[in-house]
Nanobody, 124 residues
Framework: QVQLVESGGGFLQPGGSLRLSCAASGFTFDNYAIGWFRQAPGKEREGVSC????????YYADSVKGRFTISRDNAKNTVYLQMNSLKPEDTAVYYC?????????????????WGQGTQVTVSS
């Protein structure tokens, strides 16, 4: 049974930091790229970041470049998203997702498996 479980969301003030985790099971983790998406109320789902399966190549949306860092620990079947200098516009439900293949992608249609999401709220 494939599972992606996000954790680490919360409520914090602007300028703060959070680390999201995505724990995977039920598939060969090393062969999958893992992405983070977010969706705010009334907005479309946005691809935030992705890390590739083999080389660990990364992608970041312009809106988070320089503030967010994605990493993966294949021994733990886990991907992390370190989020620094958070802004109110980062408020959203954050989802991790997986696709089997090379490279990175910010297109939700490329992804095979999805987690349930974790809420991040940034507000003063």
């Amino acid at each position: 049974q494939v599972q992606l479980v996000e954790s680490g969301g919360g409520f914090l003030q602007p300028g703060g930091s959070l680390r999201l985790s995505c724990a995977a099971s039920g598939f060969t983790f090393d062969n999958y790229a893992i992405g983070w998406f977010r969706q705010a109320p009334g907005k479309e789902r946005e691809g935030v970041s992705c890390i590739s399966s083999i080389t660990g190549r990364t992608y970041y949306a312009d809106s988070v470049k320089g503030r967010f860092t994605i990493s993966r620990d294949n021994a733990k079947n886990t991907v992390y998203l370190q989020m620094n200098s958070l802004k109110p516009e980062d408020t959203a439900v954050y989802y991790c997702a997986a696709f089997q293949g090379w490279g990175t992608s910010s297109d939700a249609k490329d992804y095979d498996y999805w987690g349930q999401g974790t809420q991040v709220t940034v507000s003063s």
